[in-house]
């Protein structure tokens, strides 16, 4: 399997452009996780979608940030305008409602610098 | 709600000493536990979990972690670090009945020493 896959792995762009990130669950995964690393306040969880509905959106920072899930096989997170502040990785995970324990598998996450 | 506390947000080990990284729990039903890695520039890797089953959990690279509900802990081990250990580690706690989410620690980074 070829795991959960993101893209661009890095984005480096100027304050006030948009951004989008992009994220390919594993094939048959019902659930997906956006995710935000910083050295300041560590792994966030953003959204997270069952079966293409977003269920929490809680850690969405603020309106500058959107996520979709048009299929179960593509997401994608968007920054419009971008900000400094929003330099961080940003990580997709997926998992599977039914299996043992509900681990999440993550991808290699997107590498963002705002400039 | 769920929470997890890992105890020391850095740990140095000598090449060959025991690994042993603290992680402490908190939930009103029982859980679910798992540890990650993260290694430099790479995303998050399971390492372990536990599901309910046998307290005692064996993973990866001669990990292992034991449930103790009395403590409210599982505490990751290994008996003898090697130089690729070095990473950060998380713990992180799910509990289905409240959605399909981990709860994750602020991450231990391990040095090992030569």
């Known amino acids: 399997d070829a795991g959960v896959i993101q893209s661009p792995r890095h984005e480096v762009t100027e304050m006030g452009q948009e951004v989008t990130l992009r994220c390919k669950p594993i094939?048959?995964?019902?659930?997906l996780f956006w995710y935000r690393q910083t050295m300041m306040r560590g792994l966030e969880l953003l959204i997270y979608?069952?079966?293409?509905?977003?269920?929490?959106d809680s850690g969405m920072p603020e309106d500058r940030f959107s996520a979709k899930m048009p299929n179960a096989s593509f997401s994608t997170l968007k920054i419009q305008p971008s900000e400094p502040r929003d330099s961080a990785v940003y990580f997709c995970?997926?998992?599977?409602?039914?299996?043992?324990?509900?681990?999440?598998?993550f991808g290699p996450g997107t590498r963002l610098t705002v400039t | 709600a769920q929470s997890v506390t890992q105890l020391g947000s850095h740990v140095s080990v000598s090449e060959g000493a025991l690994v042993l990284l603290r992680c402490n729990y908190s939930?009103?039903?029982?859980?679910?536990l798992f540890w990650y890695v993260q290694y430099p520039n790479q995303g998050l890797q399971l390492l372990l979990k536990?599901?309910?089953?046998?307290?005692l959990v064996k993973g990866i690279n001669g990990f292992e972690a034991e449930f103790k509900k009395s403590e409210t802990s599982f505490h990751l081990t290994k008996p003898s670090a090697h130089m690729s250990d070095a990473a950060e580690y998380f713990c992180?706690?799910?509990?289905?009945?409240?959605?399909?989410?981990?709860?994750f620690g602020a991450g231990t980074i391990l040095r090992v020493k030569s």
């Open positions: 939930s009103s039903v029982p859980p679910y």
């Open positions: 995970a997926s998992s599977l409602r039914g299996a043992s324990s509900y681990e999440q598998y």
């Open positions: 094939s048959g995964h019902d659930y």
């Open positions: 992180a706690v799910s509990v289905p009945e409240y959605g399909n989410k981990l709860v």
């Open positions: 979608f069952n079966n293409n509905v977003p269920i929490d």
């Open positions: 536990y599901t309910s089953a046998a307290t």
